[in-house]
């Protein structure tokens, strides 16, 4: 490893989903299309596909905004076999000082794990793999040492045991969301500590009272929640990426007084997820 490389090592450190963000790993959607319907948004755009021109434009874009906000934006090589790779979030979350490498539940992504694993091995950089049931980071929203962990078809209660275990410091809390929804990060996120956007509709009665309870909510409609509504990304305190479709979470996010920056990321959500489902954050300060 170069001195250069040494300077721009991350340390492995996320309490928040809201503090700066210094160092993220990305991949630019160079094959991306819809091969085989995983969830519900790829049912509305089977027929319609993805503009790979369009959509790798649209993560230029993205990318140059967070590195123009002082972000280290590190990339994943990619390959042709994984038409999902863009979505580094599902294929590892950090929870503190720790890394972990998920252990996906679809065939058609379980590959992505291991470009994964070489290429944190190039950077030097350690790691924790989840070898009992499944999860993905999308289902993880970290918050202090309150960690929220989705229960969905892609995230189950054995990777939540396991992941207790190995941070018996963190509570470490399951919440089960609607069949249908992919991920826990498109039906809730957190804005700052005491904000957070959610869709009502995914929780038990229980749940989402649990969250009215712990934050200020903005509560966002099933046409938001379609078109990523909760899926922003914070990239320092009280500033964030959001979809520019989204005029409604946007005006209530302003009212609280974020800055948010709108980027067209329309190719990229056709096939299920936006900006914090493309970003794998390894160092928040």
Known sequence: MTKMQEEKKPQIKCQSEYGKL??????????????????????????H???QTSAMKQHTDFVTVLRDHGVDVMSLPAKEPYNEQVYTRDIGFCIGGTLFVSNMEDDIRKGET???????????????NVTEGTIEGGDVVVDGQRVWVGLSKRTDEKAVQQ?????????????RIREDILHLDCVFNLVRKDLAIVYPDAFEQDDLERFRSLYKTIEISEEEQFYMGTNILSFAPDKLLSLPSNKKVNEALREEGITVIEVNFS???????????????????
């Not at 210094?22 to 755009?45: D, F, G, L």
């Not at 290429?119 to 790691?127: A, D, N, P, S």
């Not at 410091?169 to 919440?175: A, F, K, L, Q, T």
């Open 267 to 285: 190719e990229i959500i056709k096939s299920g997820g936006s900006f914090r489902c493309c970003s794998l954050p390894l160092q928040r300060q």
């Open 114 to 128: 291991d470009i994964l694993r070489e290429w944190l091995g190039e950077q030097g950089l350690t790691y924790k």
């Open 163 to 175: 992941i207790q275990q190995q941070l018996p410091e963190y509570e470490i809390i399951p919440v």
């Open 49 to 51: 596909n993805i503009d």
């Open 22 to 47: 210094t160092h993220v790993v990305v991949c630019p959607p160079a094959y991306m299309e819809i091969r085989k319907v995983i969830n519900e948004t790829q049912k509305h755009y089977l027929n």
